[in-house]
Nanobody, 111 residues
Framework: QVQLVESGGDLVQAGGSLRLSCQII???????PVWWYRRTPGKQRELVA????????NCADSVRGRFTISRDVAWKTVYLQMDRLKPGDTAVYYC?????WGRGTQVTVSS
């Protein structure tokens, strides 16, 4: 059974930084791409960033240049480095891989 466990969410001021982690427990790390999504109440789920099996990275236009996705194969963890945060980045951030989703981690950016 595969589990995705997110961590790193917090309350931060605008302009600050956070690093989210998605630890993948069980399964074969790298067997699937990994995506970071976010959801704000009343809005649709938004794809934020992805990393392919081969390690190719991509970020949504709304966060490109501010967010970076990366992975540590040894620790079976995918990271989302978020810099120059804005209040509009406030959301619950979810990790997704294969058929599995994490429970999410709350990011709140105050103005």
């Amino acid at each position: 059974q595969v589990q995705l466990v997110e961590s790193g969410g917090d309350l931060v001021q605008a302009g600050g930084s956070l690093r989210l982690s998605c630890q993948i427990i069980g399964g074969t790390f790298g067997a699937y791409p990994v995506w970071w999504y976010r959801r704000t109440p009343g809005k649709q789920r938004e794809l934020v960033a992805s990393i392919t099996r081969g390690g190719d990275e991509n970020c949504a236009d709304s966060v490109r240049g501010r967010f970076t996705i990366s992975r540590d194969v040894a620790w079976k963890t995918v990271y989302l480095q978020m810099d120059r945060l804005k209040p509009g980045d406030t959301a619950v951030y979810y990790c997704h891989s294969g058929a599995d989703w994490g429970r999410g981690t709350q990011v709140t950016v105050s103005s």
